[in-house]
Structures are given as structure tokens and as C-alpha cells.
């Protein structure tokens, strides 16, 4: 199993941006679709966004679209999301996550250790 790293999380005010940053650790990314859930106190875990890491296809969840783009990077064997005119309503714990499927929807077979986005008012 590819294990997974992940790092850019902090504290921004609303209107800014982060990056967040998922590594591969033992493996490379090779035939996985990687991607971001999202989950915030008393909520349930939800979809962020994913990318095919061989053919680059992208999907995103409806309140992120405009806002939020993943990116692979080849030469770093890294995804990253980067997550720009944040709102308060983003804050939450940002997970990494990879899969042998198609998509995350139908099953993760990693989990990163999660990193915390705080939006300011």
C-alpha cells in the first residue's frame, strides 16, 4: 500500500489561499487515482476532489468547483490542491486519499493523516 504524507495546512483569512501538498511515501503514484475529502466538527466526511494520475482526468464536489484545482506533479511524485478565495465554510481537516479504482467513490484503499485548514472571518 502507498503510504501518504501530506502538508500546507494553517490558519488563512477568507478570501485567500492555501496549498495543500500529498506525497507519496514507499510508492510511486502509479496507477492510483488520488485525491482530497474533507471533514469538519460534527459533520460528515465529504468529497473533495480526485485526478486519474495517468490520464489527469479531474473531478470535484459542486462547492469547491471555480475555487479548487488538483494538480499532479510528475517530477515531485506529489498531488496538491490548491484552494484559492477560501470561505470560513472550508475549514476543516483535509485528508489525502488514493485508490486502486476508478474513482474514490467507490473505495479508498489509503488515507493520509489528515492536515487542518482553518478559514478566518
Known amino acids: 500500500q502507498v503510504q501518504l504524507v501530506e502538508s500546507g495546512g494553517g490558519l488563512v483569512q477568507a478570501g485567500g489561499s492555501l496549498r495543500l501538498s500529498c506525497a507519496a511515501s514507499?510508492?510511486?503514484?502509479?496507477?492510483?487515482?488520488v485525491g482530497w475529502f474533507r471533514q469538519a466538527p460534527g459533520k460528515e466526511r465529504e468529497f473533495v476532489a480526485q485526478?486519474?494520475?495517468?490520464?489527469?482526468?479531474?473531478s470535484y464536489a459542486d462547492s469547491v468547483k471555480g475555487r479548487f484545482t488538483i494538480i499532479s506533479d510528475y517530477a515531485k511524485n506529489t498531488v496538491s490542491l490548491q484552494m484559492d478565495s477560501l470561505k470560513p465554510e472550508d475549514s476543516a481537516v483535509y485528508y489525502c486519499?488514493?485508490?486502486?479504482?476508478?474513482?474514490?467513490?467507490?473505495?479508498?484503499?489509503?488515507w493520509g493523516q489528515g492536515t487542518q485548514v482553518t478559514v478566518s472571518s
Open positions: 514507499g510508492r510511486t503514484f502509479s496507477r492510483y487515482t
Open positions: 486519499a488514493a485508490t486502486y479504482y476508478q474513482s474514490l467513490r467507490i473505495g479508498v484503499h489509503s
Open positions: 485526478i486519474n494520475w495517468s490520464g489527469g482526468s479531474t
